[in-house]
């Protein structure tokens, strides 16, 4: 806490947690979000709430940048052997395609009309997985914190996955109560200080 109070001073960054108008001054990204979660404890009231929409901002543009292409390779396998009426891009079948038009060719014109587009099936997944999400939440960690919670929350919208997610420095927090909304794991995430994992190993072999 002094180490903290020390730095504010320093480095200026008192204004930055109490004055809100030189929040919304700044740019939302991740730098700016992994300052604000180094900072959180000091963060009050108005200055709070601020804070909150500026991280809320950066987690669903790195959202939106990861999450088609998380879909897109745990949605399964595209299946070769089946058609879907579902028209997604991704799964197109441009020789079915092909074939399934050839009777609309336009001799006259030499054009293929196509009148019906192919895409295929993906393989579904019959059962769910579990899948535990152990985020080391030491200081130098904050973008590995930032992406395993957005991570978690894409996961978690996805029908054959149950999601957990623990973080730990010298002690093991499990935020899966909040899995689903990257915004509330962050806020409950404590970072700095170091990791001392085998602190607990110690433990239960002295039990």
């Not at 991740?30 to 901002?57: D, F, S």
Request: with cysteine; glycine share 6%; hydrophobic share 40%.
């Amino acid at each position: 806490e002094v180490i903290e109070k020390h730095a504010l001073d320093r480095y200026g960054l008192t204004e930055l947690v109490t004055d809100p108008q030189t929040l919304e001054r700044l740019e939302p990204n991740q730098e700016l979000l992994r300052t604000l979660l180094a900072l959180r404890g000091h963060l009050k009231g108005e200055v709070l709430a601020l804070a909150r929409r500026i991280i809320r901002r950066v987690v669903e543009d790195l959202r939106r940048r990861l999450e088609s292409e998380v879909r897109r390779v745990l949605s399964g396998r595209i299946n070769r052997f089946r058609h879907s009426p579902l028209a997604v891009a991704q799964n197109f079948d441009p020789l079915g395609t092909l074939r399934k038009n050839l009777k609309h060719f336009d001799r006259e014109r030499r054009q293929l009309v196509i009148e019906q587009l192919r895409f295929f099936e993906r393989n579904t997944r019959r059962l769910r997985w579990d899948i535990i999400l152990c985020v080391d939440q030491s200081g130098s960690m904050a973008d590995s914190v930032i992406h395993s919670a957005v991570m978690a929350g894409i996961l978690a919208a996805l029908p054959a996955f149950r999601i957990r997610i623990v973080v730990f420095d010298t002690n093991v927090v499990d935020l899966s109560d909040y899995v689903d909304d990257p915004v509330e794991t962050l806020m409950r995430v404590q970072l700095g200080g170091g990791t001392d994992i085998g602190q607990r190993s110690e433990e239960h072999s002295l039990n």
